[in-house]
Nanobody, 128 residues
Framework: QVQLVESGGGLVQAGGSLRLSCAASGRTFSNYAMGWFRQAPGKEREFVAA????????YYADSVKGRFTISRDNAKNTVYLQMKSLKPEDTAVYYC?????????????????????WGQGTQVTVSS
């Protein structure tokens, strides 16, 4: 089992920045590819960003590309999502997710169903 705990959410004005963190425990963190997803009220959970277990490969949803940056620190068992130039449409509950990667370390997962482990979420609210 992998336990994931997100933090860093909050209320921010449009154009502002936030950094989300997701602390992992229970298994060897560097064996897991990680992802961030978000769910706005009345909408389905959507992919935001993914990072390979090595950290050498990343991928973003078009809606956040150029504004958000995913990174990880395997020594600290933590994945981050740096969010800049926030917009009201970024308002959502943000979730981190983990999936065991048995491959070369550069694999990415972008679909909800590909992830086995999820955090409880952290609320991000962007005011206009």
């Amino acid at each position: 089992q992998v336990q994931l705990v997100e933090s860093g959410g909050g209320l921010v004005q449009a154009g502002g920045s936030l950094r989300l963190s997701c602390a992992a425990s229970g298994r060897t963190f560097s064996n897991y590819a990680m992802g961030w997803f978000r769910q706005a009220p009345g909408k389905e959970r959507e992919f935001v960003a993914a990072i390979s277990r090595s950290g050498g490969n990343t991928y973003y949803a078009d809606s956040v590309k150029g504004r958000f940056t995913i990174s990880r620190d395997n020594a600290k068992n933590t994945v981050y999502l740096q969010m800049k130039s926030l917009k009201p449409e970024d308002t959502a509950v943000y979730y981190c997710a983990a999936e065991r990667d048995y491959g070369s370390g550069y694999r990415l997962f972008t679909a909800n169903k590909e992830y086995d482990y999820w955090g409880q979420g952290t609320q991000v609210t962007v005011s206009s």
